[in-house]
C-alpha cells in the first residue's frame, strides 16, 4: 500500500511597499480623524504603492522570499496560484506575469478571485495540487493593490485599504501540514461588499468613472455583523475537520479586516482573550487577500511561529465568501 501523500507549508514570505500612509495623512484628504479611525478599526496607517508597482511586482516579491526561505529555486516552481481582486489586468492573469518574472518556466498557473477569502481558496488547490501528485511544489500567494480601487474620497472606505503581498511554498509531506480546509461563497449577499465596474455587467465609461463606478462599495454595519458569525463558523468546522479544538492552536490568523472583528471571532471561539491573534492590521491596514499570508510570514519570520505549533487561518470576504484552514508549522 502506498503512503499517503500529505501537503505542507515549507516557506513564507511577503512585501510591502515603502511608502505609508498615516491616519495623520488622511486627515488632510478626508473629514477624519486619527482617533476616529483608530477606535474603530484599529489601523494607525497602511502602506501605499507607487504608481508604477503593481500587483505581480508585490507578489514576485513576496515569492522571491519564500522560495529562499524554503531553499526552492525558481525554475524547480510547478504551480503559481495567485489570489488577488486587483489583478495587473483582466488578463493574461496576475501567475503568468509572476511566472514570467521569476523564470519559473516549468510552473503552471492561474488567478484565484475571491476577494479576502482569496488566500485560502488559493491554499486549498496548492495543497490539492501536491496531495493528488500532480505537482511537487506551488506557490501560493496573495497580493493586492487596492489603492488602485479605493474611492480616496470617502472617509467610510479611505481609511481601511492597503496594499502589500504574502506567499507561500507548499510540498509533500509525511506529516499533514494542511490539517484542514472549510470553503464557503453566498452570492445572495454579494451586493454589501463589491466593485460594480470593470466587468462586462458594467464596462468601463465616462459615465462610470464620474460616478466613482470602479470603486470598492461596502455596507460597513452589515458587512460587520455578517463577517464575525461567518468567520466564527467557518473557524469551527476548520477545526471539526481536523480533529481538534480552539485549545488545540497554537496561534490565530485572521484576515485583518477591522480590530473589532478579529477580537470579536477570537473571544467567541475560546478563552475570551486575543493573546494568540496574531494582528498586524495597525501597520498595513485591510490588505484583502494578502492579509493571512502577510500576517502568517511575519510571524514565522520574527519566531513566533514555531515548529510543531498549529495555526488557525479563517478569512470572510466579498462574493460573499469565507474559509478556514488548520495548518501545522513543520
Request: hydrophobic residues 45%; contains cysteine; proline residues 3%.
Amino acid at each position: 500500500m502506498s503512503q499517503k501523500r500529505y501537503a505542507a507549508i515549507t516557506g513564507a514570505g511577503h512585501y510591502v511597499p515603502p511608502n505609508v500612509l498615516t491616519n495623520a495623512d488622511l486627515e488632510t484628504m478626508v473629514e477624519t480623524t486619527d482617533e476616529w479611525i483608530r477606535t474603530r478599526t484599529g489601523i494607525r496607517e497602511r502602506r501605499i504603492a507607487a504608481p508604477d508597482e503593481f500587483t505581480s511586482h508585490m507578489s514576485t516579491a513576496a515569492a522571491r522570499q519564500a522560495l529562499a526561505n524554503a531553499k526552492l529555486a525558481p525554475e524547480d516552481v510547478e504551480a503559481i496560484f495567485v489570489a488577488t481582486c486587483t489583478p495587473d489586468m483582466i488578463f493574461p492573469s496576475t501567475a503568468c506575469l509572476v511566472q514570467a518574472a521569476l523564470g519559473a518556466k516549468r510552473a503552471y498557473g492561474y488567478d484565484l478571485s475571491s476577494a479576502c477569502s482569496g488566500f485560502l481558496m488559493a491554499l486549498d488547490a496548492g495543497a490539492t495540487a501536491i496531495e493528488s501528485g500532480r505537482v511537487q511544489n506551488a506557490l501560493v500567494i496573495g497580493a493586492e493593490k487596492l489603492s488602485a480601487v479605493t474611492d480616496w474620497t470617502s472617509r467610510d472606505t479611505c481609511v481601511l485599504f492597503g496594499d502589500g503581498a504574502g506567499a507561500v511554498v507548499m510540498q509533500p509531506s509525511e506529516r499533514p501540514g494542511m490539517r484542514s480546509s472549510y470553503l464557503g461563497v453566498d452570492g445572495h449577499q454579494a451586493d454589501i461588499l463589491f466593485l460594480p465596474a470593470g466587468g462586462c455587467r458594467l464596462p468601463a465609461s465616462e459615465k462610470s468613472v464620474q460616478e466613482h463606478q470602479h470603486f470598492i462599495q461596502m455596507a460597513g454595519r452589515e458587512t460587520f455583523k455578517v463577517a464575525v458569525n461567518t468567520m466564527v463558523g467557518a473557524a469551527q468546522q476548520a477545526l471539526a475537520r481536523a480533529g481538534l479544538t480552539e485549545a488545540d492552536i497554537d496561534w490565530m490568523v485572521f484576515h485583518q479586516a477591522n480590530k473589532r472583528i478579529i477580537d470579536a471571532v477570537a473571544q467567541r471561539l475560546g478563552d475570551g482573550t486575543t493573546d494568540r491573534a496574531i494582528v498586524n492590521l495597525d501597520r498595513y491596514g485591510n490588505t484583502s487577500a494578502a492579509s493571512i499570508p502577510l500576517a502568517f510570514s511575519e510571524a514565522v519570520a520574527d519566531g513566533r511561529i514555531q515548529s510543531g505549533n498549529k495555526i488557525l487561518m479563517v478569512a470572510f470576504g466579498g462574493g460573499l465568501s469565507w474559509g478556514g484552514a488548520v495548518v501545522e508549522w513543520l
